[in-house]
């Protein structure tokens, strides 16, 4: 986890209706993402009562327009304190920091036994270590996702399929359609659905 610090680099830009500030702590904000964001609001309809969980939440701003968009209640976790320091404030700059709790930490042991949610929103890393020297503005800990860039995808599997309350759905973003022909194989899950944008995609995944 990284020492907290005030970048010098800050910058604040719109995410659909919100705006996100950000800074080289944390993986700048790709507009294409609020597809995520909207898909979340579009299946809040229909979803049973509860809270959304957030995984990597990054800066937050993924789930925060979620949150905005649907009315819900969110937690929010990340790995990286900074980034949970970000997402904190933009929660505040959102007007939503009175139903948004966000939380640092490994995201097996931030969600307690027992919390289930409506919806998870899964944000991981899908970049291959093998090609993450091609982003060298990135954060190392927000886009490496291991030797098929689905390690911290398939943790977020594990973690969404023992908190989603009945009816429940997960929203995972990933690289590209093998990434998300893996996934959708996993074993529990079944596919209700994909999204493309600009330079990645969005899964919908419900248990099996």
Do not use: K
């Amino acid at each position: 986890m990284s020492t907290p610090h005030q970048s010098d680099e800050t910058s604040v830009m719109e995410f659909g209706v919100i705006h996100v500030e950000h800074d080289d702590r944390v993986l700048r904000p790709r507009p294409w993402t609020r597809l995520q964001s909207e898909w979340a609001a579009e299946l809040a309809h229909d979803l049973p009562a509860g809270p959304f969980l957030e995984l990597c939440t990054g800066a937050g701003q993924i789930g925060l327009l979620a949150a905005v968009l649907s009315g819900r209640r969110l937690v929010a976790v990340d790995a990286d304190s900074s980034a949970c320091e970000l997402a904190a404030r933009n929660a505040v700059r959102a007007g939503v920091a009175e139903r948004v709790e966000v939380r640092a930490g490994d995201m097996r042991t931030a969600v307690a036994a027992g919390e289930a949610y409506a919806l998870v929103i899964a944000d991981p890393p899908w970049v291959t270590t093998a090609e993450v020297g091609r982003f060298p503005e990135d954060p190392l800990l927000a886009i490496d996702g291991g030797a098929d860039g689905l390690a911290v995808a398939r943790l977020c599997l594990e973690v969404a399929g023992g908190h989603l309350r009945p009816g429940g759905l997960l929203l995972v973003q990933l690289g590209d359609d093998a990434q998300a022909d893996d996934l959708a194989a996993s074993a529990g899950w079944v596919e209700r659905g994909r999204r493309h944008g600009e330079r990645g995609l969005v899964l919908l995944l419900a248990p099996a």
